[in-house]
């Protein structure tokens, strides 16, 4: 390998260890601000409903963020499934797929319940949300039938 490829390989490991580690930090920081929340508000009913679901939120973001930063860590700095053909980027982008296809079920499911508690006319919101994950999983199942491999 040429000195020039071998620093870019480094720089890029390094910047992407970066944005994992950041990534990894903002999203244990959601989850223990998410506990803190409902610990603060444990004496107030009315408070730790609310506190309950906005934790709910806070935790589903932070695990999907920890899971990207996760997946940038194994793919990106350690390239934990050697070299990179066709099949390993499509089983990597299905993985990230998923990844994104769970964070926006669970936000859509949390935006249903407070909707539902706030005023009925807001559960268009989540609706849309909702429809969201549908299609991608719509999508997602397109893509895999359209690149399966032949048997």
Known sequence: MNTSKLITERISRTVYGLISLSLGII???MIVY???DIWASLHEK???TKALLD???FIVIGTAIFD?????MEEEVFKVHGEETVQKQRVILVKFLIIIIIAVTLEALVFV???AK???SLLVYPTFLLLTA???VIGLGAYQKMTQEEK
């Open 34 to 36: 998410a506990l803190y």
């Open 118 to 120: 706030k005023d009925i």
């Open 68 to 72: 990207v930063s996760r997946f940038l």
């Open 55 to 57: 934790a709910v939120g």
């Open 113 to 115: 319940f407070s909707a």
């Open 134 to 136: 549908v299609m991608l």
């Open 27 to 29: 999203s244990l920081t």
């Open 46 to 48: 009315m408070l730790l």
